[in-house]
Each structure stands twice: as C-alpha cells, then as structure tokens.
C-alpha cells in the first residue's frame, strides 16, 4: 500500500510547513503586483509537444479512452504561453502556484519528485529593457532572503551573449542547442570533461572548443561587461554586443535595488530548456564546506528562469510575439531544506489553528458542551471538542498540550448554575470566570 | 487553441473569486480543528478499483509508458482512506482541498466539469455516536449561511433505514445497491418513473416496489422519526431501528446546534456512491419559482457526505476498520451561482492587491522610481510601476484607476530636490508630502 513512484502524501505536519513555505512566496508574489490564473492540469498532447527538447520524453500522457490525446503539464511555462495566445493577452503579469509532472527518475532525498510544486511569476509584454527582468532577479532575491535559507549566488548570463561567443568561436550555428546543454554541465564536473563531451559526443572541432573554454570559463560583475564590449572579436557580434549592452542596463538597475553583492555574472550559465532567448538566471545555495576555510560550495538551484520572447508566437495562429520573463521558484529543494532544519530544532509546528478546547469536568453534560461550542464556532472562534459523550477532564486537557489549544472554555454543574464558563490558559493553569449572559470576564 | 473538453482556465478575475471562496471553505474547516493534508493527484490504478461501482468507468488512466499503472484521483475520500489504512492512522480530522478528475459528459454552465475542486471536511476515528456526524452537518450549515447563496435545505437520512425499508417491503438484499440508486432521482424525477424503473430495468416485484414507494415518499423531522421507531414493520428490523435511534439522536445534537430549522429527514435520499454505510446527506439551494406564491424549487446539490465505516478497511491488510464521516462541499456549483451574480452586480472584483503606484512626472526619473520602489518592497509594501523608461504621468494615474490601485507615490524633481515623495490619493486626487528621510508625513 503505497502512494506512485516519485510522488508522496503531505501529512499534517509537512501541509502546515509547506502552506507557510508558499504563503511567502505567494506574499512576496503579491508585493510585486501580480494577479493569479489557473490552468488545468490536463493540456491537450499537442500543446505540449515540440516545447521541451528531449524533455519531452518526460511527458506524461493519459491513456486514450475515446476522445481527445490529453497529457499533464510539464511546467507553468507553456501552459501560460498557451493562454496568453488563446485569449490574446499582450500585456500581464502573473503567478501561478500549482503541480507540474515529469516522468523523470526520482531522486525524492534531494527533493526531485514526479509530482512537485512550481511556484511561477512571469511578465508578460512588450516593455523597455531590462525592468522587467531586474525585477525578476529583485523577486528571487527578496524570497531567498526572506526564508534565510543561507548564503546564495544569483548566476546571470544572456542566451544572445552565449550564441555571440558560439559564433565567434567558430561553433556551427545548428549546433548552439545542444552545446549550450553541454555548457550547462560547468557547474558540476570540471572544464575537461564538458570540452571533451563537446568535442567527442557533440563532434566539435576541438581548436573552436578550446575557444569556446576561454570564454564559459569567465564570471564576474560590471567588470567582466566592460571587459567583453571591448573583446575585439565578441565586440564585433552583434548578438553578444546587444546582450552585453542589456546586461550592462541589467547591473544598473541591480545597483539600483542594492542587490549587485549576490549577483554574479557567469557565462557557463545556459539553462536547460530550449525557449529562452534573452536573460538566463539560476540562483543557488552556498555552503561553506570547511568552517575554518572561506571556501563555499553550491547545493544545489532553488530558483530560475529567463526571457522567452518568442513561446507564445508558436501558439499564435500569426506567429505574434508576446516578449515574456519570468521566475520560477524550486519550492521542492527548499522544503526539504526546511523540512531538515525544523526536524534539527526538535520544534514541532502546529498543524491546527484551534483557539480553544470546549470541555466539561463531570458527566452528562454534552449538551453543555455542544450549546458552548456551537456558540463559539458562529462567533468565528476556532473551537475543537472531544467526541466523547463523557470525557475525563485529564484527557480533555491532554489533548490541549498535544495539539497546542492555548485555551480550554471549561462548562461544569457550577458554572451551569452560575451562568458562566471557566476559561483556563493551558500552559499556565491561570483560570478566569467568563459571564456567559454579557460575554465579560469578571475575575 | 484550446485547453481540454470540460477543463478551464481561470482568468485573474475568475481566479481571485476562486480564492476568496475557497478561503472561506477553508477557513470553517480551520474553525472546527482540521489539519491539512495533501496526497497526489496521481494514484496506482489498483487503489482506484473497485470502489465507485460502475462510476469507475469515469476514471481517467494515464498511458503505460513503462513502470507502474498510475490513474487520475476521482475523489479526495478513497486517497484519504488509502492514506489512513497506510500510515496506520485511527484518529484524524483533516481537510484537504483540491482538484478531482472524472471522464463524465460536461455540462459546464451547470458547473459539471472533468476537473474540478473539491473540498472535504472528514473525521476519522472510533467515537460517540453523532457527535462527529452533527459537526459535518453544523459545517454545511455554516458554510451556505455565510455564502449567503439564500434559503436551503439540508437532507438527511441513513443508509441502515434505506436498506430497513428495503428488507420489510421485500426486495431481496442483493438488489439494496441498484433500488439505492434508483430511488436517488426521486428529487428530480417524479415517483411514478422510479417506481417503473424499479419495476422494469432492476426487476422487483411491483408489489415490494409500492410498499418502498410508501416509505420513500416520506419526509420531516423528530416527528416522523418518531413515527417510523413506531412503525409496526420497520420497528422489527433490526437495522432500520439503529438508524432511526441515531437520527433521532442526531436531530437532538442538531437541536443544541439550533440548525434543525434548515434540516430536513428525508427518506428519498440515497446518494450515489457505494461506500456509505449509516448517516448520508446532501444540501440543496432553494428557489422561489414564482414571487407571488410560497413555492421553492431546488435548484441542485451544493454539498454532500455521509458516514463510510467500511472504506479504509479495503485498503488495511487485516481489514481493520476505521470509522469516517465527512462532507464535500460542491465549490463549483457555487462558484458559478458567485459568477453570475457578481456579473449581475456589476461589481467588479481586485485582481491584485497592489497598494501604491510608484510614478515619476518627468523624463529621466526611473532611477528614482527604482530606487523608491525598492525601498517600498524590502518594506512589505505592495508596489508597482509601469515597465517604461518615461511614462506620461497620465498614463500611470490611469493605470491606477484601471487597476483599483488606491495610492501613487510621485517622484518628481523638485521631490528630490526637497527629499520627499508626494502620495496622492487617486480617488479623491488629495496629496501629501512625505520626507523621506524621516519616513514621517508633512502636510
């Protein structure tokens, strides 16, 4: 008995954890003016397919049972580009927080799952450079900072700046994809094993790839920008100098936001996915590995994204363009972060909201306890009660101290008789008399 | 372009709506104690079968593509038990909110979707009789009252009376299922049309069938449970008299409640699904047909439940059982009743919760915008601006007024020159200086 491969139940205690979890990021969201949206997640097989690379193999289809070839989302991405093409929006900004499912091998302890949570904010619209996308690397960092998960790098580059220094290299342009995916692999093994993949799976010539190696290999800040618009031969792309020149706008406006100390130009940074076409962007966390060495190490990326200016258009019967940035945050990797940490605390978060306990002392006073109760739930007040007709007051309060009520409204023969409740604070035994005929607590 | 048959995309407005329904849903189940929990939407086919009866044709499987079988949930009741018998739990009162899947023909003005919301309450756990089966009903109670969606009716009845009645009028005990399911479409059907079909396509004898129609008719409240424990034949059944001694116990819990106003014990009543075994209900929103006559016409179900005592036992290797009763609320319906009438009102509905435009008057001031902005955001203030170098002031008081945004905080030159910001309330057009530095304002 057991939930699908890849997939988990949420019980209490990792709901209550996981609601906090994305009601900040929600929050921050909000901050930032955006209005949600739903998609289903059923698409029609066609939407999907032909927008993921070789990811595609990763789609989950449903079975054909008559009708339409249906599959489940494989991000928020497309979908959102599918409905800004049907309903003709050219202007909007958005978040959707929702599953997303990839058939892909689990790996459930680093908090890769086949069913997981996106948490998305996207900008939609033809705007002046670069606002949009400081805005998106302001959001990530608001939300990393927020969760003090740490110490982290935000890694920024430009598809057009990768494409320029393929080109110049000497790359041939049918092969920009999937050296870009190569590249990608920087942040884990060393240069010799990319540049060997390159030229042995991906047959470059090895003279073009050493090229390309001087190039990837470089990170910095507004420095590295001015370095390379004045590299004689990427100056001289016009592709790398557009990029360039937004990435220099991007750094000031970054400085702008006082956001520049965790931003970090890296131009190994090319991001999986075929549809981006401007700003790549990956934040990851750092560790520092040895507490008397000032050496930090990545554990991993908790949040991406990128300019794909030209998705939505592939959905346009007339091939308009919607220019389009956006976020995504990788609410999975940081849960489980979390998820560690509150463990490591020993706090237990309560998973409840309940403000008090309706409780009685002796027997036969259930209709008591109901009449209370009932009263208490239509004034909006979070009430719980055993469902026990004759409940030990010992247990009653138990129940209190293992859920966390802070309150229990205590309704005995006396207080019947006198017209009041007894309100005690759990933790400190403290009792008040409550007049139940005015609603006023007399000591 | 398209999303899938009987699936749909939520709008901002549409989705804000959405929200503030299903918070208050959520925010009754938190009043009465439940925890949150969250399962996959993807189950193993095996968990799915054999627990919808002949629905279980509506369920949609996803394409083998290697690995195990894997189905599409239909309801949050058969995971929530799966979860219980699995993890060993005997005691829970959680809600769990989210989107269900059924290959059923759409009907989407009438809210019939193939993916829609579902919003459970259920409580788990061997306990006093009716006490948690009252809370699921004071629930429904509490939720259509405070949706204010007018006059309801909520029925009741017991799956242990339906098959008392059944036995003493002689249908043979296989046949409790299909009468069941029969006798379900006496609120929509006249009873001469369940009575031929009873007689016809499920083979009873017309005889047994009229005495069940006799029961079946009737319906009110303590008095005609009274009169049926009275009953010469029903009396002698063991069954049905358990289950009119709990009706009658929970009309009494329901009466401390003060909810019986809205309760009606109706013997029509016999829901669809298989796995109900004692109390079942359902609430229906009531119309008035005709103004000038006191006549009220349902106008379809908006939620449902009961007690399924035998559920999680399927799933428990040694068939232990766990005790449930619970309620789903049926948010679609009502969402759609929300619509319309929010689209009558013309009332039109926040998508965003943006408090303050940051503007500039001039040219060449976004640096100045950015810098505010940013200070506004780390703040936790909600803010926007337009993504424009130099935006007509015009233009972003404009945005404001489209996009209900109560505040603009102006930044021209002689502002900071002065140090200050000017807010101006964007209804009534009033300013105020603030000084910045101090964050204090002057008039």
Redesign the interface.
């Known amino acids: ?5 890849g ?6 205690a ?3 954890l ?2 906090r979890l994305l009601g900040a990021v929600v929050s921050c969201f ?15 097989r066609e939407t999907l397919m032909g927008k993921y690379g070789e990811d595609t193999k990763l789609i ?6 008559g ?2 070839l ?1 599959a ?1 989302r494989y991000d928020l991405t497309v979908p959102f580009a ?2 800004l ?3 003709k929006v050219t202007n909007m900004k ?1 978040y959707h927080v929702a ?1 997303v ?1 990839r ?1 892909d091998n689990p790996a459930m302890t680093r908090g890769r799952y ?2 997981f949570y996106q948490c998305d904010f996207d ?1 939609a ?1 033809q ?2 450079p670069m ?2 996308d ?2 998106c690397l ?1 959001i990530v960092h ?1 939300i990393l900072s927020d969760l003090q998960l740490g110490d982290f790098v935000i890694k920024v580059n430009d598809r057009r700046i990768l494409n320029g220094v393929f080109a110049v290299c000497g790359i041939p342009e049918k092969k920009f994809l999937p050296a870009c995916s190569t590249v990608d692999k920087l942040d884990k093994v060393p240069w010799e094993e990319v540049r060997s993949e390159m030229v042995g799976e991906k047959g470059l010539s090895p003279e073009a790839v050493d090229r390309v190696g001087e190039y990837v290999q470089l990170h910095g800040g507004l420095d590295l920008i001015e370095q390379l618009l004045q590299d004689p031969k990427l100056s001289q792309n016009k592709l790398a100098k557009e990029g360039l020149g937004d990435m220099k706008l991007l750094f000031e ?1 970054l400085t ?3 956001i520049t100390g965790k931003i970090c130009f890296d131009l190994s940074l090319a991001r999986g996915l075929d549809y981006y076409t401007g700003v790549i962007f990956e934040a990851v966390l750092l560790q520092q590995e040895n507490k008397h060495v000032e050496e930090t190490v990545s554990v991993g990326s908790v949040a991406g994204g990128g300019r794909y200016d030209g998705l939505v258009g592939m ?1 346009d ?1 007339k091939g308009r363009k919607v220019p389009c940035v956006g976020v995504s945050i990788g609410i999975e990797r940081i849960f489980s972060i979390l998820e560690q940490r509150l463990k490591a605390s020993g706090e237990k978060l309560r ?4 403000q008090v306990l309706v409780a009685t002392p002796q027997k036969h006073l ?2 008591a306890r ?2 209370l109760i ?1 009263e208490l ?2 004034a ?5 009660m055993l ?3 004759d409940p030990k007051l010992l247990k009653q309060l138990q129940y209190c101290e293992d859920t966390g009520i802070p309150l229990a409204a205590i309704v005995g023969e006396q207080e019947l008789a006198d017209g009041v409740v007894k309100l005690r604070d759990v933790a400190t035994r403290e009792e008040v008399r409550m007049d139940t005929s005015c609603k006023r607590a007399k000591c």
């Open positions: 008995l057991r939930p699908g491969q997939t988990r139940d949420h019980p209490p990792q709901a209550a996981r609601d909000k901050r930032h003016g955006a209005a949600a949206i739903d998609t289903p997640v059923l698409e029609l989950y289809e449903l079975q054909d049972q009708g339409e249906l489940l599918r409905y093409a049907m309903n958005r599953k499912y058939r086949r069913e900008i619209g705007f002046d606002i949009p400081a805005e302001k608001e406006y702008l936001f006082g959905f019967p998973t409840t909201e309940t259930l209709a109901l009449k009932s739930w239509d909006g007040i979070k009430a719980e469902y026990r007709k």
